[in-house]
């Protein structure tokens, strides 16, 4: 994002703390999570929306909704998109595996924006993720997402530093990095329309 400024959006926000440290550490950058399960972001998001004197953050939004049916107004509206350490249909949207997160991951990158992904999937997850599980997930990712008009510009497995950068409570609890390996995706939108070839 140029000069920091612009709209962040973390799909899958779980508790929302990620959310609510980026928004402290970018207060020209809107940030919005948005999640498919409203009861970890309640605290959060009224700590949040309280006035800016009382420590809220008016530039930290959160939205009840899932990653397959984005809100119409966040269409087209973020510079980048996150999702960190998602799992059940969420996970298995960023391996490329069900077409509607796909889709609605895409729809919310503006052009010439990027989707971050940070997730960990070991062979004890592949009844979560199917049957294509840990290999070939890049060809996976690369065809989904080229399809519904991004490319993937980097795929690699995640270094401490992209775990700790993350800030995220479920990477933690899953002791990733630790006991546990990840990978990062990054996928970006071309400035044009369509399917990118």
Do not use: Y
Not at 137 to 153: I, K, N, P, S, Y
Not at 156 to 181: F, K
């Amino acid at each position: 994002m140029r000069d920091g400024r612009g709209v962040v959006v973390d799909v899958g926000a779980g508790d929302g703390r990620a959310v609510v440290r980026r928004a402290a550490q970018s207060p020209h950058t809107l940030v919005i999570g948005i999640d498919a399960s409203h009861p970890p972001l309640i605290s959060t998001s009224r700590r949040a929306s309280r006035p800016a004197s009382k420590g809220g953050l008016p530039n930290a939004l959160f939205v009840l909704a899932s990653a397959e049916a984005p809100p119409f107004e966040l269409i087209g509206a973020a510079e980048v998109v996150t999702v960190t350490f998602p799992w059940g249909s969420l996970l298995r949207g960023v391996l490329g595996l069900d077409r509607a997160v796909v889709e609605g991951l895409a729809a919310l990158v503006a052009p010439g924006g990027s989707l971050q992904a940070l997730f960990s999937v070991e062979e004890r997850d592949r009844t979560a993720v199917g049957p294509a599980g840990v290999p070939g997930a890049e060809a996976c990712m690369r065809d989904a997402f080229v399809t519904a008009g991004m490319r993937l510009v980097e795929s690699r497995e995640a270094s401490q530093a992209d775990v700790e950068a993350s800030n995220s409570s479920w990477a933690r609890r899953l002791r990733v990095g630790r006991e546990r390996r990840a990978w990062l995706a990054l996928f970006r939108k071309d400035g044009r329309t369509g399917p990118i070839g």
